[in-house]
């Protein structure tokens, strides 16, 4: 249920935010990891255990997600700083 706001916030985020920025935006979320790993009780029964594991194989899956899209966000970043940096040099050459 949680997962559902989180997603809704971040689309409704998206949708209202997106127009007004000009340049693209990466958002990246960060996932959570399954609290049933360090729940005793979860090794109780082979259910448990086969849930536990899918969990933890979407937790995986989604942290390799989440890599790829820190990976873009800091090249997007990388590219920013030094679209600034010639745009300030050649806008202050010009004012010499």
Not at 51 to 77: G, M, S, W
């Amino acid at each position: 249920m949680t997962q559902f706001f989180v997603t809704a916030f971040i689309f409704s985020l998206v949708v209202i935010v997106q127009p007004m920025v000009a340049q693209a935006v990466t958002l990246c979320s960060s996932p959570m990891r399954p609290t049933c790993i360090d729940v005793d009780f979860t090794y109780d029964d082979e259910l448990g255990m086969v849930r536990c594991k899918q969990d933890l194989q979407r937790f995986v899956d989604d942290a390799n997600k989440y890599t790829v899209c820190l990976q873009k966000l800091i090249k997007e970043t990388k590219q920013e700083i030094t679209d600034s940096q010639k745009s300030f040099e050649g806008k202050s050459k010009k004012a010499e």
